[in-house]
Every structure is written in C-alpha cells, then in structure tokens.
C-alpha cells in the first residue's frame, strides 16, 4: 500500500529528501544549546567570569539562528513535497477513474470516489508532512536528549528510560483500539456525502414533493453516525494526553528531588541541573509530538487504503496488446450474446441475444422497463462485456477493437445525457474538437436544434449552464444528438432521446438521418410505436430475451407483445408500461 502510494511522490522527491536532512541540522542545534547553557551558568554565572559569559551566550545565539534557519528550509521544502504528493494522487486517481469500465464504477458511489480524492487525500498529505518532518525529528530529538543525558548524569537518565516504557505501553493500546474506528469513520463520510449529493442533484423534486424535512433527518442520521465514531476514536486517543502530563510532571518532580541531592553532594552542578530540566521537557515533547504521529498515522492508514484501492483498480474493460484500428463499415452483430452484470443479482440481464444488422440499416428497439434495451446498448460500445457470445461491429468483435476507435465509431445519445458549463459550440466541439463552425451547424440541422439556438441572442455562443439547467429537456436532447453527429459515427444509437421532444420534431429527426446519413447505421430505442414503426426491421425485447424480429406490420400480425404494446398506446395514447387492471 504504502509503496503504491509513495510512487507518486514523482518530481517532489528531492524536496522530500532534503526536508529531513534540514530537520536532522535543525535538531543537532536545538540539542546542543542547552549543554552550552550548562558552560555558561557553571563557567560564566557562578564561576563570575564574564569573557565566559560572552562566549557561551554568543555560541548560544549562532546555534539559535542556524537552528532558526534549518527550520525555515525545513518548513519550505515539505510544504512544496507534501503539496505535491497530494496532488499527484488527486491527478493519478482522476486518471484512473477515467479509464473506468461502468463495471469499476459500479463498485464505487460516486459520493465514495469524491470523499476519497479530497478527504481520505488530505489526511494522506497531513500524514506525509508529519512523517517528513515530525517523525524524523521527534525521534532524533528524544534519542538525542536521552543520550545528552547520559552524558550529564547516568543515574539521572534512568527516570527517562522508565517513563518512556509506560508511554509506549499506553500509545500501542491506544492505537490498537482506534484503528478499526477510524477505518469505519471514512466509510461514514461516504455515507453523508452521498446523502448531500443526492439532494443538491434532486433538489427540485425534492422541493416539489416537500420532502425537506425527509432530507434534513436522512442527512443528520448519517451525521449523527459519523458524530459517535469520531467520539468514540477521539475519546481513546485522548486518553494519551493526560497520561503523558502525568508522566511528564511525574519525571519533573523525580528530578527536582534527586537532582538537589546529587547538587548538594557535589555530583552534580547547578548549571547541569538546569540543562536535565531542559532536556526532560524535549524528551517528553517529542514523545508527545510522536503520539501526534501516531494518532494521524492510525487516520491516515485508513485513508491511504482507501485511495490505494482507486489506484491499483485495474479496469475491466482496457485496450487489448495489439487493437485494432480499423472499423470498415456500420455492420453490427450479436452472437448468441448474454450478459449479467457485476455485483448485481447473478441473474442474466440478456439472454442468448443473436441479432444480424447491415450498415446503413434502420432498427427500432422496443421493450417494457427493465426488459434490457439500455443493457444491449452498452455493450455495441463496449461500456460492459459480454458473459457469454460477442458482439462485432463492422465484422470485428469489440474486444478485438482500439477503445477509442470504437467509441468514435458507436455514437450513443442517452435520454439523460449531460451538457458541461460552457458556450453550445464548446458542448457541441466534445464530439469532434477540430469541427467547423459550419460543420456544427450542419449537425444542429439535422438534429433540430437549429432553429432555437439560431433564436438565441449569442446563437452558438450562448453559455450552457452547469448540466444544461437553462435550456428545456427537448432542447437539450436535441444539442446531444447534434454532439453525437460531429463524431461522424457509423453507427448511431438514440436511446430514448428524443422522449422530450414533440412528435413532429422526433420525426422531423428520423427523416433527416434517413435522408442526410443513409450510409450510417441507426438504432433507436423507443417508448412510442410512432418513432420505430418505419423503421427498417424492429427488436421486441421481454425479460431480456427476443420476443420478436420483424418489421412492423408482420410484428402487428405475428407478436403478441408488440401487439399489446399497440393496443395500449392506441387506447391510452400513453407509455405501453402504464399498469394493467
């Protein structure tokens, strides 16, 4: 895990390594002056000789300025290496996610993914910068002031040993026990970041349902739940704190009682007592920052897991070693496909698919919910794999093919599909970012969007709100299918993308495809009979099997789904998967 991660330190490697090496010099100073101070009070002070005391204060002066600037560098550089640490991972994560199958996804909430690129990552560069710089020198400086004391005063430094053994008994417990609570307390963020993002995404259906009151309890439950995690670590690890002022106060009055003895038995000076009292307090603030460490590493651990997790998720669907970059025509084929997704119930989703489609043909999809036409769609550009069979797309199977090349070749326009803040030429450019601007009004054409973005006051450069929240549903569908055109696919699939827009612009769409691109093959999914009934052949789809395969008076004297299908809408003008009495 931690190898994972530290392979992103990248360019800030030096900043890294220079950062403990200042700490080291910082440290060898901050020791040294107080066995200075002890020549000064033993030589200077009580022995009156005042040239000593000029010496030693202006030895102990340089050794505070270069004390001073070692922590300076010191600060500087980790601050430069522990930034970018952070942001490395956030890049390389980032970059990871993108090359997610929706199979990877589905693994993750989206509110899970974005805890762990800020949170989880946060703790992780706090972590970094403490393990740089406070891990290497409270370490450094309680070794140091322990062995300084050996030096003054072995009998004295046995205190030390001791009180150190109790503190480390007590923060090995400690950890132990908030370990586990602290792994369980970010997957409780995941929780309350989903219910955030739920309800800043639907906040219009929740206003319109009133559903408020339901939101604010939905989210002070999963804030009350990270609430009596967070207690419960910190009410362990707060523990250590009045330990450690116990222990510490508990060597001062140690001191305090045998240092006078050993002074007055002249085994001991003055001035030496006084750097004892001076290192006692470095000792224990080092153990005191190394229980800090310990604390922040026991958070952190749970973090860099989860992060590592993101890092070291392979997808399931990559380029194979040798694709191919060669689609030659619009042909689509489905061998005997069937399909079950991941992590979800076992059962197959598609069953024993096998479709033959020509380029330049149109194929009309039709199906009740959950009857698999959106599950069929995803695999032609391959967003999921098949389980069993394959599919090919101009004669080639798709695993055989280059990622991209496919994609750009299998132009798929979703019933939701997203725009980005932006102008419409720029949501428009994300299908092909050389087009024209004629290009991009020849695909507007096509699509019907013409005629309102030409009403617009900017027309092409009007700004697109983030998710197109100032353009209607039909317009927005429409500027989508625009989008997909400029891909210049062969093969063009409408996912129920046209469900917003009247029925005299859905046709106006079907015929200028038809007419405009008769070289591209068309598959489109519908709701409405009146948007698939001329369509070339059209697929009934019930329970994630072909019902029927058949053009669509043949459908109407032959298949009994497709025949209900047309009853209903005929007499309730509506969605075919309207309730039956």
């Keep these: 895990m931690f190898r994972t991660l530290l392979r992103h330190v990248g360019r800030y490697r030096t900043a890294a390594i220079l950062t403990p090496i200042f700490i080291l010099l910082e440290v060898v100073f901050d020791v040294l002056i107080p066995y200075v101070t002890s020549w000064l009070i033993d030589y200077g002070i009580n022995g009156r000789h005042l040239p000593s005391v000029y010496r030693y204060g202006g030895l102990m002066l340089l050794m505070a300025f270069m004390s001073l600037a070692m922590g300076i560098l010191a600060g500087r550089f980790v601050a430069y290496a522990s930034t970018g640490f952070a942001a490395n991972l956030r890049k390389a994560m980032y970059r990871n996610i993108q090359r997610f199958a929706f199979s990877d996804i589905d693994k993750y909430s989206t509110a899970g993914l974005v805890t762990r690129m800020t949170t989880d990552v946060t703790n992780i560069q706090s972590a970094f910068q403490m393990i740089l710089r406070t891990s290497i020198r409270a370490p450094f400086s309680l070794v140091s002031s322990i062995v300084m004391c050996f030096i003054i005063s072995p009998k004295m430094s046995l205190i030390f040993i001791v009180a150190a053994v109790v503190l480390a008994i007590v923060l090995a417990w400690a950890i132990s026990k908030a370990g586990a609570l602290f792994t369980r307390v970010f997957a409780q963020y995941d929780v309350m970041n989903r219910a955030v993002q739920e309800n800043v995404s639907a906040i219009r259906v929740v206003k319109a349902f009133v559903r408020e009151d339901y939101e604010n309890q939905k989210y002070e439950l999963a804030a009350r739940g990270l609430y009596r995690l967070y207690v419960k670590a910190e009410r362990i690890m707060a523990l250590t704190h009045p330990v450690m002022n116990l222990v510490v106060y508990?060597?001062?009055i140690?001191?305090?009682?045998?240092?006078?003895?050993?002074?007055?038995?002249?085994?001991?000076?003055?001035?030496q007592l006084?750097?004892?009292?001076?290192y006692v307090m470095s000792i224990f603030m080092s153990l005191m920052m190394l229980s800090m460490i310990f604390v922040q590493i026991t958070m952190s651990a749970a973090s860099a897991k989860r992060v590592t997790e993101v890092l070291n998720e392979v997808p399931d669907i990559d380029n194979p070693d040798q694709p191919d970059h060669v689609i030659p025509d619009g042909r689509l084929d489905f061998n005997h496909v069937s399909f079950a997704y991941k992590g979800g119930s076992g059962e197959y989703a598609l069953h024993d698919i096998d479709l033959h489609i020509q380029s330049g043909q149109t194929i009309g999809v039709i199906g009740g919910t959950g009857s698999g036409k959106?599950?069929?769609?995803?695999?032609?550009?391959?967003?999921?794999?098949?389980?069993?069979?394959?599919?090919?797309?101009?004669?080639?199977?798709?695993?055989?093919?280059?990622?991209?090349?496919?994609?750009?070749?299998?132009?798929?326009v979703l019933q939701k599909n997203v725009l980005f803040s932006g102008t419409i030429a720029e949501n428009l450019r994300w299908?092909?970012?050389?087009?024209?601007?004629?290009?991009?009004?020849?695909?507007?054409?096509?699509?019907?969007?013409?005629?309102?973005?030409?009403?617009?006051?900017?027309?092409?450069?009007?700004?697109?709100?983030?998710?197109g929240t100032?353009?209607?549903g039909g317009q927005r569908q429409r500027l989508c299918i625009a989008r997909a055109l400029l891909k210049k696919p062969k093969i063009l699939v409408l996912d129920d993308s046209t469900s917003a827009c009247d029925n005299a612009t859905d046709?106006?769409?079907r015929q200028r495809l038809q007419t405009q691109l008769p070289a591209m093959t068309r598959i489109i999914i519908a709701q409405r009979i009146s948007s698939i009934k001329d369509c070339d052949r059209i697929?009934?789809?019930?329970?994630?099997?072909?019902s029927g395969w058949d053009t669509h008076d043949n459908l109407l004297k032959t298949n009994s789904v497709y025949q209900e299908i047309c009853a209903i809408q005929d007499e309730d003008h509506g969605d075919f998967d309207k309730p039956q009495s």
């Design 254 to 271: 140690a001191i305090s009682w045998l240092g006078a003895q050993l002074v007055v038995a002249d085994q001991l000076t003055t001035g």
């Design 470 to 472: 100032n353009v209607s």
């Design 274 to 278: 006084t750097s004892l009292f001076t």
């Design 374 to 412: 959106s599950s069929l769609i995803t695999l032609v550009s391959r967003l999921y794999d098949v389980t069993i069979g394959s599919v090919h797309v101009g004669g080639k199977d798709v695993r055989t093919l280059d990622l991209t090349t496919l994609r750009d070749t299998v132009a798929v």
């Design 539 to 546: 697929l009934v789809l019930d329970g994630g099997r072909v």
């Design 250 to 252: 508990g060597c001062i």
């Design 431 to 467: 299908g092909n970012a050389d087009a024209t601007d004629e290009q991009i009004r020849h695909a507007c054409h096509i699509a019907c969007a013409d005629e309102f973005v030409e009403a617009m006051p900017d027309r092409y450069n009007t700004r697109i709100e983030q998710g």
């Design 507 to 509: 046709a106006t769409i």
